[in-house]
């Protein structure tokens, strides 16, 4: 079979459990063709119970959801804005809609997540600079949480309101409360890699059902209670479609189901790699439980077979999508004027972490035989190291 034969194997391709269609004929047999419809009400209500939070609005989109919490926090041109470095741009787009400064937080390495140590240097630094940042944006990547104590202790104790950044984490908990659902709001994507999808998707969940309400507003034009359309402030087009809402509906049903089979991915990949000390794995913080969303490995800096983009290209030659880590926001173009603050004095974990990691092929729905592919080619790549001394 020649390698242009080999079946694809995909990072996250979306897994519909076959059950979808029901709800979107619903839709249509009660013609609810529209970003509002029963579809949508039940949706926001199964994400509201299963996360745990009082109030919750079915979106466009994980970006537009952040763009909502941005919005119900006053947040406006000239206001500075914390955030992971170590992300999806998506975390951060917002911040620039709004005319407001993203300020940049390094990762520390027990979670690869927001540094708690770094995230109190940006504070002080930027009241130093005259400012009190308005937000912290506290990212999950890779379905794994954040140290979620330490980041609501350094807010509480400045009064910055927490976003977090659950896009990647829905059904992580920790310390037994489900991400997204411990900061002011959290954002959840349905986009049609993320671990449930309605193709493309978002929701905001808080425990503030006024600014719930508020952003239901917002959502939808910002229309006054009057019927000649009257708009007293801006607003946005921000509502799911009932018919999505139907896809997110039964994919909310086997939530539990998947994230098991993403732990499973998981667990074959690190007894794949038992016999390789260079490969080591994306920490899970102690009393946290991760969707593990993709599995992430990190490799020792080399040049060789070991290297992040030499094994990345041995996988595309075999028709397997892997990609690198987030490259860091406050490497991007966009945002190369922006500041940054380290969790050491000397050096970025984020940056290091993007240069040495690799993230693999984790679809809920990856076979066997798929994995066992993506290993081998891996391990392949391990044995030409040794050869090559
Ligand atoms: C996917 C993603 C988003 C954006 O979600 P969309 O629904 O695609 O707009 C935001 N943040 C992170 C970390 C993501 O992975």
């Known amino acids: ?11 996250s391709p979306p897994h ?3 059950n979808e269609m029901e709800y979107v004929q619903e839709a249509f047999n009660s013609n609810w063709i529209a970003p509002l419809g029963p579809n949508v009400d039940a949706f926001e209500k199964g994400i509201a119970e299963y996360v745990g939070a009082k109030g919750a609005l079915a979106v466009s989109s994980g970006t537009a959801a952040i763009h909502l919490a941005l ?3 006053g947040i406006g041109e000239g206001d500075t804005v914390l955030c992971s470095t170590l992300t999806f741009v998506a975390s951060a787009n917002p911040i620039l809609y709004l005319g407001a400064e993203p300020v940049f937080v390094d990762s520390e390495p027990d979670s690869w997540n927001m540094s708690p140590a770094a995230l109190e240097k940006a504070i002080r630094e930027e009241m130093k600079r005259g400012k009190i940042p308005k937000a912290i944006i506290v990212v999950h990547i890779y379905g794994l949480v954040a140290d979620m104590d330490k980041i609501c202790e350094i807010s509480k104790r400045y009064g910055i309101p927490i976003i977090e950044d659950a896009a990647e984490s829905l059904g992580s908990t920790y310390k037994g409360r489900q991400s997204g659902s411990i900061g002011d709001f959290g954002i959840y994507s349905f986009n049609g890699n993320k671990i449930i999808t309605t193709s493309g998707g978002g929701m905001l969940v808080s425990n ?6 508020r952003a239901r507003f917002l959502s939808t034009q910002a229309r006054d209670p009057a019927i000649h359309y009257q708009h007293s402030q801006v607003g946005y087009n921000y509502r799911m479609s009932n018919i999505l809402a139907g896809i997110g509906l039964s994919q909310l049903k086997v939530i539990k189901e998947r994230i098991k089979q993403k732990r499973t991915v998981f667990e ?8 390789i000390p260079e490969i080591t794995f994306m920490p899970e913080l102690e009393q946290t439980y991760s969707n593990r969303w993709l599995t992430t490995i990190l490799l020792q800096p080399s040049r060789g077979p070991g290297s992040p983009s030499y094994i ?3 996988l595309r030659d075999e028709q397997i999508e892997a990609r690198p880590i987030w490259k860091p926001l406050h490497l991007q173009p966009l945002f190369k004027k922006m500041r940054f603050y380290t969790h050491f004095n000397d050096k970025s974990v984020a940056e290091g972490i993007y240069a040495n990691g690799l993230c693999l092929p984790s679809g809920s729905n990856l076979s066997l ?21």
């Open 1 to 11: 079979m020649s390698v242009r034969d080999k079946e694809k194997i995909f990072l």
């Open 16 to 18: 519909m459990t076959g």
């Open 71 to 73: 919005s119900l926090l």
């Open 208 to 213: 503030d059902i006024e600014s719930i309400e």
């Open 268 to 275: 074959r990949y690190v007894h794949g790699f038992q016999g």
């Open 312 to 314: 990345l290209n041995k």
């Open 369 to 389: 035989i798929q994995q066992r592919r993506v290993i081998d080619c891996i391990l392949g790549c391990f044995m030409l190291r040794v050869k090559s001394g």
